[in-house]
Structures are given as structure tokens and as C-alpha cells.
């Protein structure tokens, strides 16, 4: 009986020991975070805020592992890791493939942080797209509207002013483009392009379609898309554009006036259409020319151009079945959804030495310079004003981009944006330079797209082509 | 006795268990878990697969994307290795001459293995580089005049597959010349002097001597470059888009396995289907060179070669 009792007496302990254990994890809110956090991403700009999550909390280590993009390497990697004991605990996810991962089983339910933006006054696009069934999954520090930006020079030489309203008038909408290329060319005697490729107009195309990649398991082609075809073959036939290759040399050139053709004749593009980070990662960076030289910097304005659209983006979430999914979750917080670290990210206040302050080994180069366009409605006004004197305003000749794309973000369409987008997408590029370069006609063109995406998505249904 | 017996053997298998336990997880395993994954619908994105018998290998011979890749392959590798294997060969057999006596054998053979060093990536990157529109091939040719205007060198099949044929000949022909010498060096020189003291001519010690004792080291490098052709994916998918573009023109076999793994999903299945049947084709073409290259010495000895079998008996060779 004795013994019984004692047996009982070790049960009841053990029974009110689990539970206080339980009940204790819940109200502990203000406990100190620790552990090792595994983050992937395709860039090194989360580790900038992975570095500042470790000065918040010196018992977090976060190990950051950055594979790149390029042909789809990075997006491979993290299908085949998810789910196996290599797993990352968070990932980063880019526009053209994060819903591909909201729709999919894998990444964790975050439903309770969404309260969050409703104080930060994320912008709704940008929730929509981690947001697949009820479900928000991913959530993301940036907003990107899309602008396009010009040479004042050029414009001043061409089109007689460099006034933000009076291009943006001659660029209001695609007639009127054309109308501009047309001057542009006939100005600088076939030396100006009007952008470097026509790659970079395919973003406003498919931004301002009507309905998605896929409705119903059937490829819907968007007659934006057909629209967008033709255009950039027009582009391409008049020599509106420079023929380079988006994200490849020639295309760089042009934003520090270095491009030469093959005879060595200098070649000089007006315009680029660029999102919100393409301001501060793309063109402010390659705006001075590598073996030195005066660069562009301070000859370029940023207007609206002649679509709304949105370009990329990058989205975090935590991979479901993550042994560290609570310190995940506080990672992704502290990344999208915190007011001091969006504040922070956006005006500059990562350098170099901040960070070297926190983790001695960062590198010299990782730093967050000011001026990245943060999703919280709530920061953006609270920050806006202090562009108006920045580097990057000396950049546009003064003028302020922080409110012309506030201005913008609200307007962006987060529907559009289908799991498959990325497949479909890469799957044109092909034909359509094919078809650029005149080795293929346009029926040729449909057919080989139609063909490429059918091999890749084996069930969904495919409609005739639009030219045959 | 016994026990001595099975104490001796058991040594034996404990050094053999490293290997084969080796073996069975990363050879076995891989390609018994392949065959079963090639008749699945299983995705990277989904927990859940079924068994869907052979739709995966139907679908690949639904439309001509399969064939084309397959077709693809087999030219670029076969571009590649005959001015590989011809190159090689006489590159060796003028090193190993005893008559040229060429000074600096060991620099040229370092020289000529040197690009097998060079990483496949920095190479494709390279390439793609120089034939960009607005690269120094486009500047080259037009400023010299060999071009009116600017070219799309990676838009055009045939200079794309060349560049591809080209890479895989340049970084692999040294190393085919590397295993001939050693193939070569390794005859008997009497044999030679033998030949030329009855008046044989070059051409006739190397039909007659050189090629015959060398066709062991023949089949190895034809059996383990077609292996490594059917293989070929890090130079075309690195040198375009890693879609095989333009036209699909260099979409390997591999690229297209890659791209069925690499697609929206992950279609893991489907991508097995596709290493399955490149599996196939590679063993039956392996074991077709075995077949049509072995020594018919051994079915119906000749009387006649006695004396050359003779000479040579103390050189293993099979």
C-alpha cells in the first residue's frame, strides 16, 4: 500500500511538474531568446538585420547561408533542403516564386503576427501575397512599386525640359512612349536608346494584366502579355533599345555612360525602369563607371513612367516542423513586422561599424545604406521627410524618392502573383529573344513557349496560341 | 584449419565492408530509389506521392522535348570526341616517338592539362562573357573587320553548340592524351625496333603495334567519355540560361532532368524518369563498345600472332 501510494505521489509530481512547465513557457514573454537559427537567402541584405537581431539578443547566434539566383539555383536548394534534417529554420523568399511556398504545405501558419500590420499599416499588397487560404505564411520588410527613371541631360537635350510633370506627360502612357523613343533616337542619331533592354518593360506589362498565370488549371495568356510581345519587338526593330542583356555588362554600362557598340562608338540610354530597391542595389551603385570617371550620379529623376507596376520583393518565413520555430517567429517579426528595425533598415543607421560593433567578423562590404522602400505605412510617413537631404536625393538631382514611391505603394495589385509564375516566366525568355532576333516568327515563338511550359507543368491545360 | 580458415576470410571481409557498405548507400541505394522514384508522381513540394505506373515516361515521349535533348547529347558529345580522341592521339604518338626525341614532353603535357583545372563554372562564365552582344568577341571581330556589325554569338545554334563542343574538347583532350602516352609508353619499345628493322613505316607500326596493344585503353576512354557526354551539364547549363536556350539548341539530357527538379514543384518523379532511361541508353551503348571491341583473339586464336603473343607474354593485358 506503501509503496502504491509513493508510486501515485511520483506520478502527481511529475504530472504537476510537466504542467507548470507548460503553463510557465506561455506569460514568460520577456524571456531572454536563445538557441542557433539557421536563415537562407539569395542576398546578403537579411544578413544585415540578422546581425542587428543578434545585437538585440546576444544568446541568439544566426547562421546565414546566401546562395545566389542565378538560372534558379537558390530556389532548387531550399525545395530539396525543406523537410530534411538540413532544413534552414527561415528562408527568404523572392516575389517571383514566394507563392509557390505560401500555396505549398511547407512553411509554418504565422496567422498570429498578422495583428501586427494592422499597427504598422503594412501596405495590403504586400500581406496578400504571403497570404494563400486564409493563411499568412510570409510577410516582408519592403514594398516595391515601380518607377522609371531618366537622364535630365538627355531629357533636357531631347525632349527640351528636364521638368518631373512635363516628362512624366510625355510618357504617360504607351503611345506617348513610343512618340518619346521616336525623338530620343532621332536626337542623338541613332547613339540614345531609350532603355537598355526591353526585359526590364516586361514587369509593367505583367503587372497590369487582368487575371493570373493560372485560373482554373489553365494557362490564361493575358492579352498584356500578347501586347507586351509586340512591343518589345517593336523596341527592338526601331533600335529603341540597346539590344543588351538585362543584368549582364552592356546593360550596366549604360548607367555610368560607358557603353560603346562593338565599333567602340559610345551609346548613351535615357531611361530605366526600376522598382523601389533598384534605386539604391541597382543604379545608384553602377552609376559610376569601374575604372573610375565622373559617373551619372545626380543626372537621373524618378517618375511614375507610363504603368504602375511592382518588381520583386523579398518575403521571409519559417519552414514548418523547424525545431527553432518560436525563435524563428521572432526572427520574421523583428525582420517585417518591428518599427525600430524598419526604421532603422530604411535610413541608414546599419553601417559598417554599427555592425562590426555587434559581430567583429562582418565583412567589410555588409552595411544597409539609407533609402530602401519599407512595407509599413506607419514608418514610411514617420521617415519620409528625412530624404529630402540625403545621398540619394543629391542622386536625383534633388529630388525627394522616398515620397514619390509612398505615393505609388498603395496602388500595387499583390492577386496577381500564382505559385507557378517563376516557371512560366523563365520559360518565355527564350523564344522571345529568339523571336527579338528574328530567328523565329511570332507563331514559332507561341509554339516553343507553349511547348516549354507544357513539359514543365504536365497537368495544367493549354490554350491555342494567340498567333498562329 | 578451418578456424585459421575463417579468421583469414573474416579479415578479408572486414577490410571489404567500408566499401560495400559505401557502396550500397551511395551507389545502390541512389539508383534503386531513382527507379522507384520514376514511377511516381512525387514532388519536393508535397509530402505525399503515388504510384503512377509509367505516365512519367509517357509524358517524356509525348512531345519531343525528350528526343530533342537526347539528339542534343549524343552531338555535341560525339562534335567533341572525335577531334578529342584524334588530337589526342596524334599528340601522343608524337611525344612517345622514339625517333622526334621532343624536348619538354613534361611542360607541353602540363601545358595541355592545364584547362582540366579550371573550374567548369568559371569557364561557362568566361565564355559567356567574351560572346556577350556587347562582349570583346563582338568588339574583336567587328574593329578587325572579320564582322559588319555586332553579332548575337549566344543566340545563334551553331555557335552556341560549337562554344559548348569547344569547352569540352579544350579541357578534356589532355587528359585523353595524358592516359594514351601512358597507354603508349608502356609497349614494349624491342616491338618497335623489331618493326623497323623489317622495314615497317610509321603508319604501319601504328596500325599494326600501337593501336592494337592500346584498344584496352581505347575502350576505357570511348566507355568513360561517353559516360561522362551523357552527363554533360555544367558547361551548357552555365553558358546560357540554364534552359538550354537559344532554341533549346545545348539542352542536355541532364539540363533536362535538372529543369523537371528545378520546376515549380519539383517534380522529382518525372525527373527520375529521365535518369532512368538515360541510365538505359548509356549501359546499352557501353556494353554495345564492350561487345564490338573485344578481343576476338580469345574466341579463335590465330596461329600466326604466336610470336608476337609470345614476346609479349610477360605484359598482363586483357
Redo the contacts between chains.
Sequence with gaps: MKKKLSVLFALLIIASMILSACGGGAPAQPKELKGTLNVWSFTNEIKTMAIAFQGKHPDVKVVYTMIPM???EY??KV??A??TSDSPDVVALEAA?VK??VE???LANLNDLVPLTKDLKTYPAVVQVGTYDGVTKGFSYQATPGAFFYRRSIAKECLGTDDLDKVQAMVADMDKFVETAAKIKACGTGDYYTVGTGGEMFLPFLSNRSQPWIVDNTLVIDPKIVEYVHFAKMMRDNGYES???QW???WF?GMNDT??????TPKKVFSYFLPTWGLPYVLSPNSTPKDGGAGTGGDWAMINGPMAYQWGGTWVGVLEGSPNSELAKEFVKFVALDEENLTNWATGVYTNEYLKAIDPTTPDDQQQAAGDFVSSQVVVEKITKSFDKSTLADFLGGENSYGAFAKAAPSVNGALLT??D??IQ??L???L??YL?G??TEAEMWA?WL??V?????DLTIPEAPVK | MNFTQLKKNSTGYLFLTPFIIGFLVFGLYPVVNTLALSFTDAT????SSHFIGIDNFK?LFA?N?FIRAVGNTWLIWICNFIPQIGIALLLSVLFTSARLKIKGVGVWRAIYYLPNLLMPAAVAALFN?LF????PA??F???AGF?S??M?FL??ITVTRGLVVFIQWWTWFGQTMIILMAGMTSIPIPLYEAAMVDGASVWQMFTRITLPLLKPILIFIFVTSLVGGMQMFDIP??LT???G????SIQTNNILM??????????IG?AASVGVLVFIMTSICALGIFYILRDRDLDQPKPARKSLDKKNAERPQS
Design positions: 542565378t538560372n534558379g530556389q532548387t525545395k530539396a525543406a523537410g516564386f509557390e511556398w505549398s504545405d511547407l539590344g543588351a542583356t549582364t555588362e552592356g554600362a557603353l560603346k557598340d562593338a565599333n567602340g505559385g507557378s517563376d516557371a523563365r520559360a525568355n527564350d523564344p529573344a529568339a532576333s530567328t523565329m516553343a511547348d516549354a507544357r513539359s514543365e507543368f504536365p | 519536393l513540394m508535397s509530402r509524358r512531345d522535348v562573357a556577350a552582344y556587347y562582349g563582338n568588339q571581330m567587328v574593329r564582322l556589325e555586332a548575337r543566340e545563334s547549363f552555365l540560361d540554364g534552359r536556350s537559344p532554341l533549346s535538372y529543369m523537371k527538379f528545378a520546376s515549380s514543384k519539383g517534380h518525372a
